[in-house]
């Protein structure tokens, strides 16, 4: 999973065996769902306490920079300053029920993001690209061109990618999200997720954080706790697009006093 910042994924034969596909939803369901085994024994383990430092740690080191950049500044914050609307371009229902669960999911979690799923291209600011694995290449260039696919093919080799565009007020205007649909029900959401949040403006991976999914290192295949504290901080009013270090640093104990109890509150958490 990479990210970057260029400039510009039966008939009926008894009452009962119907009664029983009712009760039980296929894999997709409940991926969509968050259900899969995979995703359940991470969110058991989960670590949900961290301290102010390692939160301002993990902000600081996601929200600025880039992992990989075309053109453009990254030492300022960059976000959406409006409703994010995601589209979604594909033929695989399942896939897009499970994008649009994921998008529910960030909407509810994030206090001032106003996300939603939109059924037209023309009305989106994020659109999420649905392709099968072998056409991954041949999709990356077809938004970068031949020669930056294959520059980001062999630094990033990666099987999801997302990547913004952003005005010279470092405001988002247009987000792509590229997600492949047949590589399982797992690495479809941990990839759907990370993208998708990496979109809205924490684009640089780290390695120097080992409980944020924007490090290469970890999967989630949900929207864990600690990166739902960089996406409240992210999207809290007091932190602006354009924003500097030093001026982020200014504001941060106060917003990190509200965003703690919003995150505390839509996830139950006990003191």
Not at 11 to 20: C, G, S
Not at 134 to 156: V, W
Not at 192 to 221: H, K
Not at 226 to 233: A, F, G, K, S
Request: proline share 4%.
């Amino acid at each position: 999973m990479s990210a970057l910042n260029p400039p510009s994924p039966r008939l009926r034969i008894a009452l009962l065996v119907l009664a029983a596909f009712t009760l039980v939803p296929d894999a997709a369901s409940r991926a969509a769902a968050g259900e899969l085994p995979a995703v359940t024994s991470r969110q058991r383990s989960e670590r949900k306490s961290f301290t102010d430092g390692e939160i301002v740690e993990g902000f600081l080191k996601t929200a600025f920079g880039a992992e990989y950049h075309l053109a453009g500044r990254v030492d300022r914050i960059r976000k959406f300053d409006g409703p994010v609307r995601v589209y979604a371009e594909s033929d695989r229902a399942d896939r897009k029920a499970q994008l649009a669960k994921v998008v529910s999911d960030i909407a509810r979690r994030v206090q001032h993001l106003d996300i939603a799923m939109i059924e037209t291209n023309e009305a989106a600011n994020v659109r999420v690209k649905l392709v099968r694995d072998r056409d991954l290449f041949r999709t990356l260039t077809s938004f970068y061109g031949a020669e930056k696919a294959r520059e980001i093919r062999s630094s990033l080799d990666p099987q999801c990618l997302s990547g913004f565009r952003k005005n010279d007020n470092f405001e988002i205007e247009h987000s792509d999200v590229i997600l492949t649909v047949d590589n399982g029900d797992f690495t479809f959401l941990d990839c759907a997720y990370e993208e998708l949040l990496q979109s809205l403006g924490p684009i640089n991976d780290t390695s120097s954080v080992p409980w944020t999914m924007f490090n290469d290192n970890v999967s989630m295949g949900y929207f864990d706790v600690y990166d739902q504290y960089i996406l409240n901080v992210l999207y809290d009013p007091r932190i602006k697009a354009g924003m500097t270090v030093a001026e982020v640093k200014a504001v941060l104990p106060a917003v990190l006093k509200d965003v703690r109890a919003w995150v505390k509150r839509v996830n139950d958490l006990k003191e």
